[in-house]
């Protein structure tokens, strides 16, 4: 699939097109942009968060350390320091522990051995599980902090009492001990949910503005090029009149005149072939008589005044949607759609008449001027306008033959 049709238009050479698939463009790239973009922020304050919730683990498990070694670590005659917490020390550390913890929104606090168990929860039927699988804990027993933030349907905070909905920031981190080496790991979930909204609006208020901008930009910029654009339009529309219009008599040139007259020659044929009943375009070829004359008696501006009041004479004895054109020189050609050959001969017997009527002033002079026609129709035997074209220069030929000022048809 193009581009074309993906937005369904059709851009060709028309700047109003160009326009609005600009305008399309630049919809959907800043629909994009703000949904990345909006995407892009809650991560970026959430990142923020986190981190700074990832800061204030680490900062507070080193300070459980310092504070409760007497209960972590255990020294074994001839064995390696390690966790352990036994009897009644743990009633005495669960207790500090919750004490200390409370006021820095934690909510839960596990213990895990070099072995990967759990020592030590806040959680009490959690203790002695091993959690072999966790690839987190395993970075925290590799000597790395890990922090992540979820979402929890239901939790415990240290207070026993149950929460529902809160965002955590669950964070693992190491346990060293006095040789710097790794003998364990915290887990501690920090209750976060009071930044969700200050996250969500700092998002909305970054993306708001970058959308505020981004349609300002667009808008100014929408403005300059539909300036140009309509001045493009304009200077187009100039270009394709005088492409298609004959500069003195200001009606079709040649090139246009046979343009049309080949769209209408196909649409009638078919036409003709799909209702399987005859649709016929009329043709008349039109010769001023003796134009050459016109030229020597009076100069060739007055030619050029005449030529020019002929065309109007023309086009006011045809129909709206009738085709006329320059054919050459003094020649001109009416095509008439759905225009029977006797229907032509009227057309033509009013052309005749509406030239001859009156003189016309040229360059200080009054002529009379008259016109030899052509008459012709379309026929199932034509295979191109050309065909046509042919028969109405041959009838017009018969005029002028015949002594001129009079309409002759050929029938195809």
């Known amino acids: 699939m193009n581009l074309n049709e993906l937005f369904n ?16 463009t630049a919809v959907i790239s800043i629909v994009i942009v ?9 991560r970026l304050f959430s990142g923020f968060v986190i981190k700074n919730a990832e800061n204030n683990s680490v900062q507070l498990c080193n300070l459980l350390i310092d504070q409760q070694k007497k209960y972590l670590f255990v020294a074994a005659p001839g064995k390696a320091l390690e966790l352990g917490l036994h009897g009644t020390e ?44 966790n690839q987190r804990l395993n970075n925290a027993l590799a000597g790395k902090v890990d922090a992540k933030m979820v979402t929890k349907d239901k939790a415990v905070d240290l207070a026993d009492e149950e929460l529902r909905n809160v965002d955590v920031v669950e964070t693992y981190v190491p346990i060293l001990g006095p040789d710097k080496k790794v003998i364990g790991s915290f887990e501690i979930y920090i209750n976060i949910t009071g930044y969700r909204e200050q996250i969500r609006e700092g998002a909305i208020m970054m993306t708001s503005l ?3 901008v981004m349609i300002a930009a667009f808008g100014f910029s929408y403005l300059l090029i539909r300036g140009g654009a309509g001045q493009l339009k304009e200077a187009q529309i100039k270009l394709e009149t005088m492409a298609a219009t004959d500069v003195l008599t200001a009606i079709a040139n040649r090139g246009h005149l046979l343009l049309r007259g080949e769209e209408e020659f196909e649409r009638i044929r078919r036409n003709r072939l799909k209702s399987q009943r005859p649709e016929d375009m009329g043709c008349i070829m039109i010769d001023i008589d003796h134009f050459k004359k016109v030229n ?77 026609l052509g008459v012709t129709g379309s026929s199932e035997t034509d295979t191109c306008l050309n065909d046509v074209l042919k028969r109405a220069d041959a009838a017009m030929y018969q005029a002028k033959a015949d002594g001129r000022d009079r309409a002759v048809q050929i029938l195809g």
């Open 296 to 372: 020597d008696a009076c100069g060739h501006l007055a030619g050029d005044e005449v030529l020019k009041e002929v065309a109007r004479r023309l086009s006011m004895s045809i129909r709206p949607y009738d085709v006329i054109g320059r054919y050459g020189g003094e020649e001109f050609v009416v095509m008439l759609p759905d225009t029977s050959v006797e229907q032509c001969l009227v057309v033509a017997a009013r052309i005749r008449e509406t030239v001859r009527a009156e003189a016309i002033e040229a360059e200080g002079n009054k002529l009379f001027i008259t016109v030899s």
């Open 210 to 212: 970058l959308a505020t």
């Open 90 to 133: 743990m009633f005495a550390f669960d207790f500090s522990v919750r004490d200390y913890l409370y006021p820095f929104s934690i909510i839960k606090v596990k213990i895990y051995n070099a072995a990967k168990r759990i020592v030590y929860s806040t959680d009490p039927i959690l203790i002695g599980q091993v959690d072999e699988k």
């Open 34 to 42: 703000i949904v990345m973009s909006g995407y892009g922020f809650y």
């Open 9 to 24: 238009i059709k851009v060709g050479y028309d700047p109003s097109r160009l326009m609005n698939l600009l305008v399309r």
